[in-house]
Nanobody, 122 residues
Framework: QVQLVESGGGLVQTGGSLRLSCAAS????????MGWFRQAPGKEREFVAG???????SYADSVKGRFTISRDNAKNTVYLRMSSLKPEDTAVYYC????????????????WGQGTQVTVSS
């Protein structure tokens, strides 16, 4: 069982930056792939970024060059550094975990956090 707790959301102006954190419980964090997803009001949940247990990463086209995902296995934590934020980045951001290799398909993730709100004002 893996429990995930996100933090770091908030209100930021267009062009600003935020760093989201997702702290995981358990002793096998290093064997899990982690994903960040987001859901805006009235929209479906969408993939943002993912990092595999081996460190490979991928990003949605909409955030490439602006967001960076990273992990610290010693701290059982995955991060999402967001810069050059836009109003369309406003959403609830969720982290998720699955074994070994990340994917952009949310249905394949086994564990989810409760989400953290990010609001970008224009």
């Amino acid at each position: 069982q893996v429990q995930l707790v996100e933090s770091g959301g908030g209100l930021v102006q267009t062009g600003g930056s935020l760093r989201l954190s997702c702290a995981a419980s358990g002793r096998t964090f290093s064997r899990y792939a982690m994903g960040w997803f987001r859901q805006a009001p009235g929209k479906e949940r969408e993939f943002v970024a993912g990092i595999s247990a081996g460190g490979g990463t991928s990003y949605a086209d909409s955030v490439k060059g602006r967001f960076t995902i990273s992990r610290d296995n010693a701290k059982n934590t995955v991060y999402l550094r967001m810069s050059s934020l836009k109003p369309e980045d406003t959403a609830v951001y969720y982290c998720a975990a699955k074994f070994l290799v990340h994917t952009d398909l949310d249905s394949l993730y086994d564990y989810w956090g409760q989400g953290t709100q990010v609001t970008v004002s224009s």
